[in-house]
């Protein structure tokens, strides 16, 4: 009689522990649909609905141990020039789309170095997780260096375009100079170049 109430007692044990676990499965159904609970085996963990990455981390995406390569072409000379470096911050974390995105906006614009620089375009060429290729067009603007010629108590002065103080004082007599070009030099003449500057002082016997 005792063996027949502790098998009903096993029984009803086991009854009890599958209606708790049925309970538990149709709870996690209601609650989560469309995720699987099959049973793992032993001494591994079971799945719990779809396997997911780690949060904020997309494998398709920049990090920390992105390289970027970044290309400057001149457009004067077409010399190309390339560098590679470290990705910086704010091009982590990026997906291609992104970084195009960050990019266009860079380009529309550009920093007070970029457009003293002579930037003209920029654009992502290649991405991958591990690389990034930045290419970066320049038209570096020529600087015309031009001189100004005044006669300051009749001796003749140098003036380098856009200063106010005087570049050079010379041992040039105004009043000595041919009429036409003591003229020009009261007016304020313009030389274009320091080859210019160079070939007047010469002739005119600057020491």
């Known amino acids: 009689m005792r063996r027949l109430k502790r098998i009903g007692f096993f029984l009803y044990s086991c009854f009890l522990l599958g209606a708790g676990f049925y309970g538990h499965i149709q709870y996690l159904s209601f609650f989560y649909p469309g995720r699987s609970y099959e049973r793992a085996a032993f001494g591994e963990e079971a799945p719990y609905g779809e396997e997911v990455s780690l949060a904020g981390v997309n494998p398709d995406?920049?990090?920390?141990?992105?390289?970027?390569?970044v290309q400057t072409v001149d457009l004067n000379t077409g010399e190309t020039q390339e560098r590679i470096q470290r990705l910086p911050e704010k091009y982590q974390n990026m997906t291609r789309?992104?970084?195009?995105?960050?990019?266009?906006a860079e380009r529309n614009a550009p920093t007070l170095k970029e457009r003293e620089e002579g930037l003209v375009y920029?654009?992502?060429?290649?991405?991958?997780?591990?690389?990034?290729?930045?290419?970066?067009?320049?038209?570096?603007?020529?600087?015309?260096?031009?001189?100004?010629?005044?006669?300051?108590?009749?001796?003749?002065m140098v003036y380098r375009q856009g200063e106010e103080s005087v570049?050079?004082?010379?041992?040039?007599?105004?009043?000595?100079?041919?009429?036409?070009?003591?003229?020009?030099?009261?007016?304020?003449?313009?030389?274009?170049?320091?080859?210019?500057?160079?070939?007047?002082?010469?002739?005119y016997g600057s020491s």
Not at 61 to 69: A, F, I, K, P
Not at 97 to 104: F, G, N, V
Not at 194 to 199: A, D, Q, T, V, Y
């Open 167 to 203: 570049y050079m004082t010379t041992n040039i007599d105004g009043r000595l100079l041919p009429g036409g070009l003591r003229r020009e030099i009261l007016e304020g003449k313009r030389l274009d170049s320091r080859e210019e500057l160079e070939k007047f002082l010469v002739s």
């Open 122 to 156: 920029m654009e992502l060429t290649a991405f991958s997780p591990d690389r990034v290729t930045l290419r970066k067009s320049y038209r570096k603007q020529q600087r015309t260096e031009g001189f100004y010629l005044v006669l300051i108590d009749h001796k003749v």
């Open 97 to 104: 789309s992104q970084l195009e995105s960050c990019i266009q």
């Open 61 to 69: 995406s920049t990090g920390s141990d992105t390289e970027l390569l």
